[in-house]
């Protein structure tokens, strides 16, 4: 099984639909978790963190089930700007290095 | 701003030349990394250096790839005797605590 891993899709909607993502990991150790934004061409941006008890901002919301070992993404009322690549982040190794997922693709389309 | 700067922006080489990549991290910054993203793909993890301490070097691909970090801030990718496949973006990031953020990247063409 692979550190960290995402469906590419793409994920094609329409404006203003719910989209969710998961991504599985491996390392049960595993403490901090985080989503990232990614524009084409650009680097990845911080989008949330995700926290045990699951964490919520504004149209996003981030949960995480250990037990499963997974992350989950909610996108409500998705926004055409909402479109890029959404990267899960697990840190691994015995030092923090952070392991990224290939990305989910999402499109919102009018 | 302050946030990490990397330079070149973007750099044209011609094969077998070394390039060198320059990062300059958040200030206070203890954590900086180097990955790699070439067109369509996911982020390669290169090089990870914290503090003081030994980098790890497990992600780098090949010999031809080195880094080092001055006096805990700086940090400097030196790439040898380039190769059409090291074509790709080399993004730096830091982080103080376990949130990470990046620069811009490098846009690196081996023509």
């Known amino acids: 099984r692979k550190e960290v891993e995402q469906d590419p899709g793409p994920f094609n909607v329409p404006e203003g639909a719910t989209v969710a993502f998961n991504c599985t990991y491996s390392?049960?150790?595993?403490?901090?978790f985080f989503w990232y934004r990614q524009d084409c061409r650009k680097e990845p941006k911080l989008l949330m963190s995700?926290?045990?008890s699951g964490n919520e901002d504004g149209r996003f919301t981030a949960q995480l089930n250990r037990a499963s070992q997974y992350i989950s993404l909610l996108i409500r009322d998705s926004k055409l700007s909402d479109s890029a690549t959404y990267l899960c982040?697990?840190?691994?190794?015995?030092?923090?290095?952070?392991?990224f997922g290939r990305g989910t693709s999402l499109i919102v389309h009018p | 701003g302050a946030g990490v700067s990397q330079s070149p922006s973007n750099k044209v080489t011609e094969k077998g030349k070394d390039v060198e990549l320059r990062c300059d991290p958040i200030?206070?910054?203890?954590?900086l990394y180097w990955y790699r993203q070439s067109l369509g793909q996911g982020l390669e993890f290169l090089i990870y250096?914290?503090?003081?301490?030994?980098?790890?070097k497990s992600g780098l691909p090949s010999d031809r790839f080195s880094a080092e970090r001055t006096g805990g801030s700086v940090s400097t990718l030196t790439i040898q005797r380039t190769q059409q496949e090291d074509s790709a973006v080399y993004l730096c990031?830091?982080?103080?605590?376990?949130?990470?953020?990046f620069g811009e990247g490098s846009w690196l063409t081996v023509v």
């Open positions: 990031a830091s982080s103080l605590r376990n949130t990470i953020y």
């Open positions: 250096f914290q503090g003081n301490s030994a980098p790890d």
């Open positions: 200030s206070g910054h203890t954590a």
């Open positions: 995700v926290y045990s």
């Open positions: 982040v697990v840190p691994s190794g015995g030092s923090y290095i952070p392991t």
């Open positions: 390392n049960s150790a595993s403490q901090s």
